[in-house]
């Protein structure tokens, strides 16, 4: 970031959380919808208009981050001139069926993350995805408190 700025770019690096912090209910149960990648967008949008600005010369996106500049920049792209992504591949916009009518097979699906999880498991040392660990229930407070701490528990989780 700091090339880029003493380059004359104005660079900014703002997180999801803190872009829907208004709305942020902290709670398991809270409504995901501030964080759904539409939303995300538009805060991204409603940022780079605050800042005074029409457009900007690349979006960049981190972890859970990459699918928002990617969104951002495939939606928007008179806003988000150019976009690079960081951690996590994208894979485009879902195809659509074509002439399914005849009898064509509908493009192959991505599995769901439950279909994820029991592939994962079969592996030996049974894996999970980590992404999907952290949304369930008791994540936070086995992370808090795990007896091997906290950067064993990771490395347990994401090899």
Partial sequence: MLPLAAAGYHVIAQTNAAMAHHRLDDSYDADPDPFRILNMVRDAIGLVYALGHRTVAMVVGHDAGAPVASWA????????????IMSSPFEGPPSLPFDTASGAAAPRRAPTDDELDVELAKLNPPRKYYQNYQRTRGANDNMLHAPQGLHAFFRAITL
């Fill in 73 to 84: 920049a495939l939606i928007r792209p008179d806003i988000f001139r150019t976009v690079t």
